[in-house]
Every structure is written in C-alpha cells, then in structure tokens.
C-alpha cells in the first residue's frame, strides 16, 4: 500500500490560479487583492520568500523516494516550520519560545522539543498534534509538504470567492433568506449554507410557477 502523498506540482497550481483569477473577476477583483503572501505563509508555514516562488512557477519541493533521505527530509521540515513558530511565539525573545515553556504547555520533555526543533527527532503524530494545537494552526501544519500545503490553501480561497459570487446571485434573487443567513452566521456564509438558500428559493419559484399554471 502506497501511503505517500500525492505530490502537487507547478502545473495544479497554475491550475488553481487560473481558477482564482476567474472567481475573483466575478466579483470585480484582482489576484493581488484575494492573495496576501504573508498570510498564506502564516497559514501554510511556507516562508513568504518561498510562497512568492511557488505562484510565480517553481516546482514544489517533493519528497525523496529514499527511505533514509526521506526521513531526513521530514526533520528538516519540522525543524524549520517549528522553528517558525517558536520565534512568532515569543517575538521579545532572538530565539522564541524557550524549549522548557513550549514542552510544559504541551507536555513533552524539552529535551525532545529541542531535538525536534534541531532536527535530530522525527515528529510522530504524538508529538505534532499537541504542537499544533498548542500554537493554533491546522492538523498537519508541521510535516504537509509545500505543494499540498500551498495547494489547500489556495482552494480555500476559491471556494470563498465561488460563495462570495453565490452570494450575490442568491441577494439578486431573493435577498429575504440571505440577509436572514449574513445575520445569523458569525463568519461568512458556507457553500452549504449559501445552495440550502438557493434550493429553497428554487422549490418557491416551482410553486410560483405551477400556481400560475393552474391559473391560466
């Protein structure tokens, strides 16, 4: 059984782009204005540097197929994401977050802390989950690879620009059930949210038109 990810690469970015850029049109905006780098980095743990190369056509960074390579290769990414974190944790401090607070907040030894952070340990999900829970980032945030991780994200944003545009169709429609959801929902409103609005304005235009139907 194969469990390695599947790799993402230049051309599935370029891809989710293109369909970014399309999205955003509808709604009378630009690239720029939908993508911030830097909060793509925070989101991601890809460094903004990084993040700017990737959408302008780099080749996502892959896993080794070398089992000893590819070990390797997982401690350094750990190393640094968690290195990231640390420092954004403790800005006052050169260094972050000391080894000692960070393990007592999510209890492990700061001995292993330090090691992940040096790269001398992997991180097993018993180790990344508490870490990531702990500086409030998403399952996975640690060990994703760059493509997947940059991949996600920026689905993330095109789903939200495809509801932005439901949205404004469902208030041209019927602006009654929306402004009811934009007042109840804290955030804005989900893909499911925003079709359950548009199924029920359908189901009412159905008995519209058949009670005109049986009118005439």
Known sequence: MNDRPSEVTA????????????AALRLDKHRDEVLDIEEISAATGIRPGRVRELLAGAEP??????RELREE?????????????????????????SYRAIGSEVNLT??????????????????????EKHYGVDHGFLSKLEGEA???????????LHAGALLEGLQVLGGGEVA??????????????LVEVMDALVARKRIRDRKEAAGS
């Open 11 to 22: 051309a599935d970015i370029a891809q989710l782009l293109r369909e970014i850029d399309k």
């Open 61 to 66: 960074e892959q896993e080794p197929r070398v």
């Open 73 to 97: 290769f997982y401690r350094r990414l750990v190393s640094q994401r968690l290195d990231d974190l640390r420092k954004k944790g403790n800005p006052a401090s050169p260094t972050g977050d």
């Open 110 to 131: 700061h001995t292993l802390v330090e090691f992940l952070v040096k790269g001398r340990r992997s991180a097993r999900p018993e180790y990344s989950s508490p870490l």
């Open 150 to 160: 940059l991949a996600d994200r920026l689905t993330e944003t095109r789903d939200a």
């Open 180 to 193: 009811a959801l934009r007042q109840t929902e804290a955030a804005a409103p989900s893909l499911g949210d």
